[in-house]
């Protein structure tokens, strides 16, 4: 497809929208009460999504934004489990919610042994209401993801991994802090397949210190070898100040503006030419995958894993950090290990910070899902569904002005559709339905 690369709206700083309202709105006012009474509140067989963190990796990669820390001795990760466990206790014995699905993040859920791995599955088996065909996901650092592990995650019920490569030029590896040659991800994925994993899902990145278009043009040649069923293709975002370990890249390094847009851009075309279909604005899916035909029918969803064909709107998070997505609140429970294990241990729930939700909010909040989804809106309807007017959801009338004009989208009577070249700027326009902030910079990534 055609590329427009607009240098007024590509390098502005916007969520990615995971969730809304965002993370940074939350704040100490909402906890383990407003936690409480939203697990109190799901009803019996409702469909809910779990989430489950282990904060903890082999090795600290020097681009990563996740809430993560160096494994070191092993019995970091005993004690971890316990207090997941007691955490896991405490939540079901209040959830009468079915689970759907389940997906393990982190970190490295395979810093686990793959005894604990699967211990901690069966836990969960025996304290929730798990549906027999519940999609069970895990990502995987895979240096360190052999046989053993393969073997633990299969027998536990995983049947899709997403595995971290982020790029396979070794050069951009050294410049990111995570070497990985080709071979070790291409092992790590055939003995998931021999142990039965049988859907694939590869994280790569664009933006990295380093990188050049040829360099994206080699990963993804080396990313076909792979055969990935969905691609992640996600735009590095370098946030020094708020992350340390990011310190350690040279920013001096890292592509401008119109490189990043251009990368995407690369990156896009070759997914597409090669069968796959595009998702959203950074993931690419096979045309079979459930992803593709979730997107295909006006089911797709956006959650704090990305986009996603999980249907269940309540999403409970465990572990360290984990985000709970309630109808009411959004609920973020202790990010430090020790204060989470001291609280969970107790009896107690985790959460310590996080939002409310009002009519407003969750209307919002489904006009910019639907947005992201599906490239078209109709934000009036989505308004009148929860009682008001989509004037009373817009917050930044001129920005959808701005985006008309610069041809990224079309805008009639409250139907918004970002058109082939906008594509790359979906966010903004979800931006003007965020009444939390004007475009701003320097705490989000770039739109592209």
């Given at each position: 497809?055609?590329?427009?690369?607009?240098?007024?709206?590509?390098?502005?700083?916007?969520?990615?929208?995971?969730?809304?309202?965002?993370?940074a709105?939350?704040?100490?006012?909402?906890?383990?009460?407003?936690?409480?009474?939203?697990?109190?509140?799901?009803?019996?067989?409702?469909?809910?999504?779990l989430?489950?963190?282990?904060?903890y990796c082999e090795?600290?990669?020097?681009?990563?934004?996740?809430?993560?820390?160096?494994?070191?001795?092993?019995?970091?990760?005993?004690?971890?489990?316990?207090?997941?466990?007691?955490?896991?206790?405490?939540?079901?014995?209040?959830?009468?919610?079915?689970?759907?699905?389940?997906?393990?993040?982190?970190?490295?859920?395979?810093?686990?042994s793959?005894?604990?791995?699967?211990?901690?599955?069966?836990?969960?088996?025996?304290?929730?209401?798990?549906?027999?065909?519940?999609?069970?996901?895990?990502?995987?650092?895979?240096?360190f993801?052999?046989?053993?592990?393969?073997?633990?995650?299969?027998?536990?019920?995983?049947?899709?991994?997403?595995?971290?490569?982020?790029?396979?030029?070794?050069?951009?590896q050294?410049?990111?802090?995570?070497?990985?040659?080709?071979?070790?991800?291409?092992?790590?994925?055939?003995?998931?397949?021999?142990?039965?994993?049988?859907?694939?899902?590869?994280?790569?990145?664009?933006?990295?210190?380093?990188?050049?278009?040829?360099?994206?043009?080699?990963?993804?040649?080396?990313?076909?070898?792979?055969?990935?069923?969905?691609?992640?293709?996600?735009?590095?975002?370098?946030?020094?100040?708020?992350?340390?370990?990011?310190?350690?890249?040279?920013?001096?390094?890292?592509?401008?503006?119109?490189?990043?847009?251009?990368q995407?851009?690369?990156a896009?075309?070759?997914?597409?030419?090669?069968?796959?279909?595009?998702?959203?604005?950074?993931?690419?899916?096979?045309?079979?995958?459930?992803?593709?035909?979730?997107?295909?029918?006006?089911?797709?969803?956006?959650?704090?894993?990305?986009?996603?064909?999980?249907?269940?709107?309540?999403?409970?998070?465990?572990g360290?950090?984990?985000?709970?997505?309630?109808?009411?609140?959004?609920?973020?429970?202790e990010?430090?290990?020790?204060?989470?294990?001291?609280?969970?241990?107790?009896?107690?729930?985790?959460?310590?910070?996080?939002?409310?939700?009002?009519?407003?909010?969750?209307?919002?909040?489904?006009?910019?899902?639907?947005?992201?989804?599906?490239?078209?809106?109709?934000?009036?309807?989505?308004?009148?569904?929860?009682?008001?007017?989509?004037?009373?959801?817009?917050?930044?009338?001129?920005?959808?002005?701005?985006?008309?004009?610069?041809?990224?989208?079309?805008?009639?009577?409250?139907?918004?559709?970002?058109?082939?070249?906008?594509?790359?700027?979906?966010?903004?326009?979800?931006?003007?339905?965020?009444?939390?902030?004007?475009?701003?910079?320097?705490?989000?990534?770039?739109?592209?």
């Amino acid at each position: 497809m055609a590329h427009r690369y607009l240098p007024a709206l590509a390098a502005r700083a916007v969520p990615r929208y995971t969730s809304y309202p965002t993370a940074a709105e939350f704040g100490a006012a909402v906890g383990a009460v407003e936690q409480g009474a939203e697990l109190d509140a799901v009803a019996p067989g409702q469909p809910v999504s779990l989430y489950l963190h282990i904060p903890y990796c082999e090795k600290i990669c020097w681009y990563c934004g996740c809430n993560t820390g160096a494994t070191g001795r092993p019995e970091r990760l005993d004690i971890y489990r316990a207090a997941i466990e007691a955490e896991i206790a405490t939540v079901a014995a209040r959830m009468r919610g079915r689970v759907t699905a389940v997906h393990f993040g982190g970190g490295s859920p395979n810093a686990l042994s793959p005894e604990a791995f699967g211990g901690l599955c069966r836990t969960l088996r025996e304290r929730f209401d798990i549906a027999p065909d519940a999609d069970w996901a895990a990502e995987i650092d895979p240096r360190f993801f052999g046989r053993a592990h393969a073997l633990a995650f299969a027998r536990a019920g995983i049947g899709r991994i997403s595995v971290g490569a982020q790029t396979f030029a070794p050069r951009v590896q050294a410049a990111i802090g995570r070497i990985q040659p080709f071979a070790q991800v291409a092992q790590a994925i055939a003995e998931a397949r021999s142990a039965g994993i049988g859907r694939i899902n590869l994280d790569l990145m664009y933006g990295l210190p380093g990188q050049t278009m040829d360099d994206i043009a080699a990963t993804i040649a080396a990313a076909h070898r792979l055969a990935p069923d969905r691609v992640a293709m996600f735009g590095y975002a370098h946030l020094p100040a708020l992350l340390p370990r990011q310190r350690r890249i040279d920013g001096s390094a890292l592509p401008d503006a119109p490189a990043r847009f251009w990368q995407r851009a690369l990156a896009h075309d070759l997914w597409v030419e090669a069968g796959f279909e595009a998702i959203g604005f950074d993931h690419f899916a096979r045309p079979d995958d459930s992803l593709t035909v979730a997107a295909r029918a006006g089911r797709l969803r956006r959650n704090f894993q990305g986009f996603t064909d999980d249907q269940a709107t309540t999403l409970i998070g465990l572990g360290a950090s984990a985000i709970s997505n309630f109808d009411g609140a959004i609920i973020q429970n202790e990010k430090h290990v020790g204060r989470y294990r001291m609280a969970v241990l107790g009896g107690a729930l985790a959460g310590v910070r996080g939002v409310r939700r009002d009519a407003v909010d969750r209307a919002a909040g489904d006009v910019i899902e639907r947005l992201l989804c599906d490239g078209v809106v109709d934000a009036e309807a989505i308004a009148q569904r929860h009682g008001m007017r989509a004037e009373a959801l817009c917050h930044d009338p001129a920005a959808l002005a701005a985006l008309v004009d610069a041809g990224a989208i079309r805008w009639s009577d409250w139907t918004i559709e970002t058109t082939r070249l906008g594509a790359p700027y979906a966010r903004l326009a979800a931006a003007a339905f965020d009444r939390y902030r004007a475009v701003s910079h320097g705490q989000f990534s770039a739109a592209v």
